[in-house]
DNA sequence: CTCAGTCTGTACAACGTTGGAAGGAACGGC
DNA sequence: GCCGTTCCTTCCAACGTTGTACAGACTGAG
């Protein structure tokens, strides 16, 4: 059996009250008697049960985060940031993966761990902004990744727009002019997908670059083989693009190996640039330039958006926009041909 | 403020317990007290707190998993499969890093999470048996990773001596006989490693092979960049291999890296073996042959044996050695020169 | 019509903790 | 020696839930 505060008390001949006085380091407590019921803690080997304290406090101090795949090596590293930031606020991270399925995301969402949790930081890769107009729960809610809407939830994310543009002006500067974009899924609720896109064409428009639909790739979904799968449709198709913007490294990635296949040299015949700055793509036998959001930094917002949240839980949640930075990381896959 | 039992039951004029007996599906519970409790609870949008219900209960359904680190993709997709397990039995898992230090290893295995979880799975690095003996902690504790040792814990590994052997076998198979090992640290209590440089030297006398320590490659971790500089410093050091065998896959693709670099043609002038068969190995340039433990089994097996020991506390836990599976996946990286 | 047996709902206590209020001892000042 | 203060400790209630015991109502058999 569990030793709890009741079992000390009776060793050390005080009250229940006194050794959670003691326990919490409460002032007007004497020497003394700290030292009695201290050695009485220490001999049963006291520990305090954190479920009662939660009950009786209201708070647990976990979070818990959603990302559609753990597999996907950045949002492993984006849960690592985010542990380590909860860490420090002594907070610990409950993790789910929702496999980018809207029917767990929604449950998710919905707040299946009412209770345990003090606050859930989604990923949504499908989830659509009237799943969560009806949101009842109560459990303070942040967002990753740029969305449209108008919901009393943060949400943060970097500027999609821009980023894809840095990218493509990168390419563009040096010296490239057919460059494709590989990662669409009309089918998909996924935002950012849609406005690298966007920021892919918008910037070949403003420099007058044409942007042609067969230089758009459709993928099933955003993984190595996706990337590789889409490469290869367009190779085959007959175009021949000098440069390929991803969406992220993954599909980056998956691109390179069928260049490689193809006997397409990166950079030379094709320069590549991905998205998420994975660790994975700096040890490739041709390293990868990429777009990299500051994921430390969007642990930390995340986390901090929830604190704030819970500090004043009677003024009404903002729904701010938080923005993350982002750079361009440039390496071995834009070497060249200047 | 939440929506509680009691404030359900007064809404149906019932008492709490029936709303309860709601709640949990009691069988004796009139089909017409059902609908009108059931019509309350949903009026006013109840959800059971769950904390209340672990105090009550004794049990929250929440397990920790503490690996060393996210960022590596071995212990973010088993973690992948520990969450998928978990769920098909209803528990939740809260992760946790620690980043291989053993000062962390410890705190976490003596429960500082105590009362909030019901088992812990924990994948030391540097953790030695004797920190594990004073353990005072009555929550069940499962340990990945192969060890040698007395305790009363279940541990899940492969045969890694052997997993070992295979890799060196097959690298023999292809007419290589300068075979190098790398990832030994000979100050780290990882015992995995110091087992798969045994089974390298076992294979290899076995084979009257020379194992010279010119061909051991000490690395001072487990990551790419280390695999990098392991491998640099050996051919530096003017070491001509045929083959590498390597502690991991990030060990090899840091190999391969440098490897690539240095002009020397994987696999034609070199072969490369890693192990964990990890996503990432497969669509390198060169795609890398490895020892796939099978990850699923892993997760499945320490789920379960936390499992047991919840449900027979009575019986003294078993300290049982359990192993999964391990196959050989042949890629490109020891393709040719047959 | 009575009695046993079954069914349905209620009252109470308990899980382990902490906040608030009240109790009691020690102490100094008069 | 009495009183007011201060300081430390204890008592009580509450967080929201569920298990146990029990009371009342209903059923069917004798």
Redesign the interface.
């Known amino acids: 059996m569990?030793v709890s505060l009741k079992d000390v008390a009776e060793r050390a001949g005080v009250s229940i009250k006194t050794v959670s006085n003691v326990v919490n380091n409460y002032q007007h407590v004497t020497p003394g008697m700290r030292a009695r019921v201290q050695a009485a803690i220490d001999e049963l080997?006291y520990?305090?049960?954190?479920?009662?304290?939660?009950?009786r406090k209201g708070r647990?101090g976990?979070l818990a985060l959603a990302v559609p795949?753990?597999?996907n090596?950045y949002f492993?590293?984006l849960?690592?940031a985010v542990?380590d930031v909860a860490a420090e606020h002594d907070l610990?991270?409950?993790?789910?993966?929702t496999g980018g399925d809207r029917e767990r995301e929604m449950l998710v969402s919905q707040?299946f761990?009412?209770?345990?949790i003090d606050g859930l930081i989604l990923s949504p890769l499908e989830l659509e902004v009237e799943d969560l107009r009806g949101r009842?729960?109560?459990v303070p809610l942040v967002l990753l990744g740029e969305r449209e809407y108008d919901l009393p939830y943060d949400h943060i994310a970097i500027d999609n727009v821009a980023a894809a543009r840095t990218a493509v002006r990168h390419l563009l500067g040096r010296g490239r002019n057919r460059i494709a974009y590989l990662g669409v899924r009309t089918d998909s609720a996924n935002r950012p997908a849609h406005l690298r896109l966007a920021g892919w064409r918008e910037e070949l428009t403003a420099a007058g670059v044409p942007a042609p639909d067969s230089l758009i790739g459709p993928t099933g979904g955003w993984?190595?083989?996706d990337g590789?799968e889409a490469m290869a449709r367009m190779l085959d198709a007959g175009v021949r693009p000098d440069a390929v913007f991803a969406y992220n490294d993954l599909v980056a990635?998956?691109a390179?190996?069928v260049l490689?296949e193809r006997g397409l040299r990166v950079p030379w015949d094709v320069a590549v640039v991905g998205f998420d700055d994975i660790?994975?793509g700096?040890?490739?036998?041709?390293s990868l330039t990429t777009i990299s959001p500051d994921k430390r930094a969007i642990a930390r917002l995340a986390v901090e958006s929830l604190l704030r949240t819970l500090e004043n839980r009677a003024e009404a949640p903002a729904g701010r926009e938080l923005t993350a930075e982002f750079r361009l990381v440039e390496r071995e896959s834009t070497l060249g041909r200047r």
Not at 92 to 97: A, K, N, P, Q, W
């Open positions: 569990r080997g520990r305090p049960n954190m479920t009662a304290r939660h009950l647990t976990i795949e753990l597999g090596p492993a590293e849960a690592g542990i610990t991270v409950l993790l789910d993966h707040g761990r009412a209770g345990v009842e729960d109560d993984d190595r083989g590789a990635i998956g390179m190996r490689h660790a994975e700096r040890f490739g036998a041709v």
